[in-house]
């Protein structure tokens, strides 16, 4: 392949010469970034470059759902962060959907208000109660406006045809987005505003002036005069905080006759989800089973978690269906001990956004909007 200082006349003047902004990495984070960008500066000359042929982190890889705060999740939350921050997290992304769909047009990315359902499994203690259920509306409702989103529904297991499930908490506003749509839609859009977005390029390390960045990739040097680094789980090399890579499977079944299961689904704390695609069941998690294996920048399936999706498939969500399995791949998520993200200024010209966690759906394009208030 050419290096960058091997290309024509052409070549560098259109893509790598007098650069505005630089962006590294294509996720939700960096085209949402780019579009604010090109929003705010209509003639500015902005360059997305991604190692990937594809964008290769999370965003083109999740499971879609638009959740913002499950009742076991809060209940967690509520017993290891701070109750202002907590909530505060809640609200950026509620709010942060809100910034998603001024972005794109819901319908364009199959946006399906279908409700979640928090499943609380039979061998499992219940720590939520009636009274938890009425605290967390009561804080929903001060930050949202809406009134009871969080309610106990037993029928669920029922309806959905459930084994060896206790209970079930909707929550009526989340729902979920074709995630595929979604990263196809900011591409066009980014694409569409001028913004230029080169695959194949792996930023490398950043040289900074108070004039430019330099940055050293695999393909040789690229100038610009501002940078955002938009790599969560990759993003260690740049940043000395808390973040660290988390791998995350999921599998999607053969189309089920008859599926029952409609709407998204959170099990044992979020550690597992899963969700309808048409007659089809999308199933991830299982990542508490090997906490150290899956802190991993490396892509790749298990047999011990993809094993215990298939269990989880046999014993509660299809039980008595047959099933295969269709696809299984992994992606790779930002995480740290504290749920927020990171968006700051590393140096005069650079910002980094990263950390998004299992949460980039509703938390990308709000933190795209940040990053570029920053210029
Ligand atoms: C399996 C799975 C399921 C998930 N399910 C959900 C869900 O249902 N709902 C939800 O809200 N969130 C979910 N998430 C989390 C969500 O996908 C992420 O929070 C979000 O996509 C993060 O977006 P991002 O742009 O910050 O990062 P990414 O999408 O990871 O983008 C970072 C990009 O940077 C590129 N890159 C990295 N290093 C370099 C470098 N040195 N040079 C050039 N390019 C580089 C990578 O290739 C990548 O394309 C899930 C994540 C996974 C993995």
Redesign the pocket.
């Known amino acids: 392949m050419l290096r960058i200082d091997e290309l024509s006349f052409w070549e560098k003047t259109s893509y790598f010469e007098n650069i505005d902004f630089l962006i590294?990495?294509?996720?939700?984070?960096?085209?949402?970034t780019s579009l604010y960008l090109k929003t705010k500066y209509p003639n500015a000359k902005i360059v997305i470059?991604?190692?990937?042929y594809?964008?290769?982190?999370?965003?083109?890889?999740?499971?879609?759902?638009?959740?913002f705060g499950s009742p076991t999740e809060l209940f967690d939350d509520l017993n290891s962060m701070d109750e202002k921050l907590v909530w505060k997290t809640f609200s950026d992304?509620y709010h942060g959907l809100k910034c998603l769909f001024d972005l794109v047009d819901p319908k364009s990315i199959e946006y399906d208000p279908c409700k979640s359902w928090d499943l609380i499994a039979s061998n499992s203690k219940n720590e939520i109660n009636p009274e938890f259920i009425e605290y967390i509306n009561e804080k929903a409702k001060d930050l949202t406006g809406i009134d009871q989103i969080y309610s106990e529904d037993k029928l669920a297991i029922k309806t959905f045809g459930f084994k060896n499930i206790e209970t079930a908490y909707c929550n009526s506003l989340e729902g979920?987005i074709n995630?595929g749509l979604l990263m196809k839609s900011l591409h066009q859009k980014a694409v569409d505003a001028g913004v230029q977005i080169v695959f194949g390029?792996?930023?490398?390390s950043m040289e900074a002036t108070d004039q430019e960045i330099t940055l050293d990739?695999?393909q040789g040097l690229v100038k610009s005069a501002h940078c955002i680094i938009?790599?969560?789980?990759?993003?260690k090399?740049?940043i000395n905080e808390d973040i660290q890579p988390?791998?995350?499977?999921?599998l999607v079944t053969n189309p089920i006759k008859d599926l029952k299961i409609k709407g998204?689904f959170h099990y044992e704390k979020g550690y597992y989800?899963f969700?309808n695609i048409g007659d089809r069941i999308l199933l991830?998690g299982g990542r508490n089973l090997d906490f150290e294996e899956e802190e991993t920048t490396k892509f790749g399936t298990t047999q011990k978690i993809q094993n215990a999706l298939e269990s989880l498939l046999t014993q509660t969500i299809i039980p008595n269906q047959d099933y295969s399995i269709d696809y299984s791949?992994?992606?790779?998520?930002?995480v740290g001990a504290n749920k927020s993200?990171i968006i700051k200024m590393l140096n005069k010209n650079t910002a980094i956004?990263?950390?998004?966690?299992?949460?980039?759906?509703?938390?990308?394009s709000q933190?795209?909007k940040k990053l570029s208030s920053y210029f």
Not at 201 to 204: G, N
Request: net charge positive; hydrophobic share 40%.
């Open positions: 590294i990495g294509s996720g939700i984070v960096g085209m949402s470059i991604e190692r990937g594809l964008p290769t982190g999370a965003s083109s890889k999740n499971a879609g759902f638009t959740c992304r979920g995630t390029i792996e930023a490398l990739t695999n938009a790599t969560n789980g990759f993003a090399q740049w988390a791998r995350a499977q999921v998204t989800y969700r991830g791949w992994s992606g790779v998520m930002g993200p956004g990263v950390r998004l966690g299992g949460m980039g759906v509703a938390l990308g933190v795209g």
